[in-house]
């Protein structure tokens, strides 16, 4: 066996990220990994060949893109007051 293990901070060092996304994801199942027993998270060369591979295909949208108006509306009516607000009420 001739590929060296390398250690979280390791691989977070290298990937330019933080050490505990590394063990979250880890934990999750996300990326590959392997375990030397209950404590000890280790990762080859390979796996972190794969968790680059992973995420750099898969570039997640932050926010999701605004709804459009279906083409059959023409315009917009201001929605009306439904009854008296809290506010309307304490003052009378």
């Known amino acids: 066996m001739t590929d060296r293990l390398l250690t979280r901070q390791e691989v977070a060092d290298r990937l330019g990220i933080k050490a505990r996304w590394i063990q979250r994801k880890c934990q999750s199942g996300e990326i590959p990994c392997t375990r030397l ?10 796996q972190v060949e794969q968790i680059i591979a992973f995420h750099a295909d898969e570039p997640k949208a932050r926010r999701r893109p605004r709804p459009v108006a279906p083409s059959n509306v023409t315009e917009l009516k201001p929605k009306t007051p439904r009854g008296p607000t809290r506010r309307n009420r304490a003052g009378a």
């Open 37 to 46: 027993g209950p404590r000890y998270i280790r990762f080859t060369e390979a």
